[in-house]
């Protein structure tokens, strides 16, 4: 199957620092996604990706969708305290018709950030 | 507009007894996804489905495990004869047919602790 690996595993920062952390595939996926997972809760969703090349930013998080559709990037500018949490790449092929797949995931990255 | 919803939040069972997890999708959703994640771990596909098929059940244990999303009410999840292997987070996501069939979004899913 599919495998994707992302890194890094964890990141300790200092308040206002930008992080960036990514993910790359053994295969291509049509669409990516980012989400945040804090202790005992779901993923939400930050970011999707439906384009090679294509670029997104929601507030103070950017993230591209690589060109060979292999790999994705995202960053978090001036990190903040609730920055906090596990953050998770995950890649979908579309399986076709009205059917759309599964998403694979990273093993996320555990972000700290210190006052 | 409410989000996904999972119940119960946390289960725990002895080792032969049976498991049911629930999930009611988003308003407007038609299509559930059901992951598990072990500790320190990213999520793992295990069935999708629409209201009343099984669209990709590759991720499921071919043993013990079953998933149904009936024409009415909550899709179920459902592990008979429980080992303490299965003791996870159970996720399930739910995703519209228009316009971002590629989103899901995540409930906060149900802790199986397996005694």
């Known amino acids: 199957g599919q495998q994707l690996n992302q890194s890094p595993q964890s990141m300790f920062i200092q308040e206002g620092e930008d992080v960036s952390m990514n993910c790359t595939s053994s295969?291509?996926?049509?669409?990516w996604l980012w989400y945040k997972q804090d202790p005992g809760e779901g993923p939400v969703l930050l970011i999707a990706?439906?384009?090679?090349?294509e670029l997104t930013s929601n507030g103070r998080l950017t993230a591209q969708f690589g060109i060979t559709r292999k790999d994705s990037f995202l960053n978090i500018s001036a990190s903040i305290p609730s920055d906090v949490g596990i953050y998770f790449c995950?890649?979908?092929?579309?399986?076709?018709?009205?059917?759309?797949?599964?998403?694979?995931f990273g093993q996320g990255t555990i972000l700290t950030v210190h006052p | 507009n409410a989000g996904v919803m999972q119940n119960p939040r946390h289960l725990v069972r002895r080792r032969g007894q049976e498991a049911r997890l629930r999930c009611s999708p988003m308003?407007?959703?038609?299509?559930v996804y059901w992951y598990r994640q072990l500790p320190e771990e990213g999520l793992k596909f295990m069935v999708y489905?629409?209201?009343?098929?099984?669209?990709?059940e590759s991720g499921m244990p071919k043993e013990r495990f079953s998933a149904e999303f009936p024409k009415e009410g909550p899709s179920i999840l459902r592990i008979q004869q429980v080992v303490r292997g299965d003791s996870a987070a159970y996720f399930c996501?739910?995703?519209?047919?228009?316009?971002?069939?590629?989103?899901?979004?995540f409930g906060p899913g149900t802790r199986l602790t397996v005694l």
């Open positions: 996501a739910s995703s519209p047919l228009s316009p971002s069939p590629h989103e899901q979004f």
């Open positions: 995950a890649g979908q092929l579309r399986a076709g018709g009205t059917s759309y797949g599964k998403l694979t």
């Open positions: 308003k407007g959703h038609s299509h």
């Open positions: 990706l439906y384009k090679a090349g």
């Open positions: 489905l629409q209201k009343e098929n099984i669209i990709d």
């Open positions: 295969s291509i996926f049509n669409t």
